[in-house]
């Protein structure tokens, strides 16, 4: 149980205080968070830290001004004064609030929840506050763990995962730069070599790309909207005993990755639904192929296609038409936003049907923790699957999305749909086939 909560005020320095244009990146999230509110709060970041034994609350609250300090994402706000695209405003100095919270630390106690509560309830005015919130847990008089909820106009996964990190380093006292001192490669720096001639040649090229790859692509999804019943995107997810391993040990026989594998499977599935032989799907890529953006904390991440001119004649096949496409997925993910929409708005004008790049997703996940799987999975023989209807979507421009992942044991298949262009059977049948070509194509090939 969680009883009263106080607040504790520290003041940070850092290197340097401006104000610039916003990079790409953070103009893609900018642009998603607008179009889902109020429902963006899904975006959030959390992250939860232990606190070293022999730490103090002092010491925590230290250990939390070097981070803001080192990274400038983390003191940041955004404007649109002038109109798109928003500018960004990064802190010299300020102050910030650090929540402390008594936690009972009983066997059946759960931190991470509460950190979740607490991303999936606040939204971010990132206009007028620090893009992200700290609490102390303090249990028997003494800080166990720290949480943070973070805007994803300050981080992406990556980013998110850089700042745990470097606050474990920061309490464990093993950070190995002076205070105040942060990665060389920083937002700022960013935005200014993405609006330099180098970076317009480069969004240039991706901008082409994206128009021969989109203009080659035959459409996935029904571009006619129908009646539908009950929610408008109702989500399901398919839980897999043992397929996570079984497709690791069939891709290192294929010599690709598991990605490849699941990814393939996904892509033959929506192809044939569709009766197509090639696709275009949109996949996240995390664009971190530089050193300058190995410890880069903000929000790089953006959407690149993932290309297969044909599926081939069997599955093993298309896994390895897959793995290719994988590799230069991320040529097509740099970009500014609003070069790709009028890019977008211009192709569907000429083309006669909907440019639907921007309304579906295919992602993959390597979890780096046990799937939670819901109740009764565990007790499932080799091979079997477990269905769970999942809360339905509340607000999204999409018109599907997939999601696909492994612990390396277990494996998982999330979809959700807009109804109005995807029945609840045409979802279903995606997922029975998708799991299909997992569960015997890492078995042995299957032809077409």
Known sequence: MTTHRAVRELEFRGERGARGPSTWGQRHIWSTLRITRPHDTRFNLPLLADVPEGRSLDDVLSAVRRLVERHESLRTTFDEQHGYPPTQTVAAHGRMTVSVEPYDASPDADPAALIMKEAACHHFDVASEWPIRFVVLVTAGRPRWIGAVISHMAADLMGRDLVKWDLEDLLRGT????????????????????????????????LELWRAAVESAPPLLPAAPR?????????????AKGLGRRVRQAADRLRVRSSAFFLAAAAAALTRQADVDSC??????????????????????????????????????????????LLHAHDYSRYDQRSLDLLAADLTERRGFAFEQDRHYVNFSEETSPIRAPAGFSELPEGEVLYKEGMPVVSTPLTFGMRLGTDGEDAYVKVFADRRHLSGEAVRGILAETNRLLQNGSAGDITY
């Open 175 to 206: 950070a190995d730069a002076p205070d105040g001192t942060g990665p060389a490669h920083q937002p700022l720096d960013q935005a200014s070599r993405e609006q330099s001639a180098t970076g317009r040649e480069e969004l240039a090229r991706t």
């Open 280 to 325: 275009a799907l949109t996949i996240t890529c995390a664009n971190r192929t530089t050193a300058r953006t190995l410890d880069y904390v903000g929000t790089i991440a953006q959407q690149g296609l993932l290309v297969i001119d044909s599926v081939g004649s069997s599955f093993h096949d298309t896994v390895r038409r897959t793995w290719p496409g």
């Open 227 to 239: 009646p539908y019943s009950g929610a408008r995107y109702p989500s399901t997810t398919l839980y």
